[in-house]
């Protein structure tokens, strides 16, 4: 078992910056890739960022390419999602999840957080 646990959630206005955390513990951090979803009301679950189980390679949607910085701290076990330049658009519940696939999407993951709120004002 993993438990996911994240953080870092809020309010903020157009142009502005939160960056969430994501605390793992359980089982060894190092051997899974991890990745944030986000979701809104009555739309799917989609993938945001994924960084590798080394950390050695990441992904970003389109949509945040440029504005928003996925990274790992081992030591931690921590997953972080670094945003800047927000848009009402990026309003949205994230999620935390891991996997030790090789395919991440919203139905292969193993194991999720919560999920915290953003909320961004325009």
């Known amino acids: 078992q993993v438990q996911l646990e994240e953080s870092g959630g809020g309010l903020v206005q157009a142009g502005g910056s939160l960056r969430l955390s994501c605390a793992a513990s359980?089982?060894?951090?190092?051997?899974?890739?991890m990745a944030w979803f986000r979701q809104t009301p009555g739309k799917e679950r989609i993938v945001v960022a994924i960084?590798?189980?080394?950390?050695?390679?990441?992904y970003y949607t389109e949509s945040v390419k440029g504005r928003f910085t996925i990274s790992r701290d081992a030591a931690k076990s921590t997953v972080y999602l670094q945003m800047n330049s927000l848009k009402p658009e990026d309003t949205a519940v994230y999620y935390c999840?891991?996997?030790?696939?090789?395919?991440?999407?919203?139905?292969?993951?193993?194991?999720w957080g919560k999920g915290t709120l953003v909320t961004v004002s325009s």
């Open positions: 960084i590798s189980s080394t950390g050695g390679s990441t």
């Open positions: 999840a891991a996997t030790t696939g090789g395919e991440v999407k919203a139905d292969s993951m193993d194991y």
């Open positions: 359980g089982r060894t951090f190092s051997n899974y890739h």
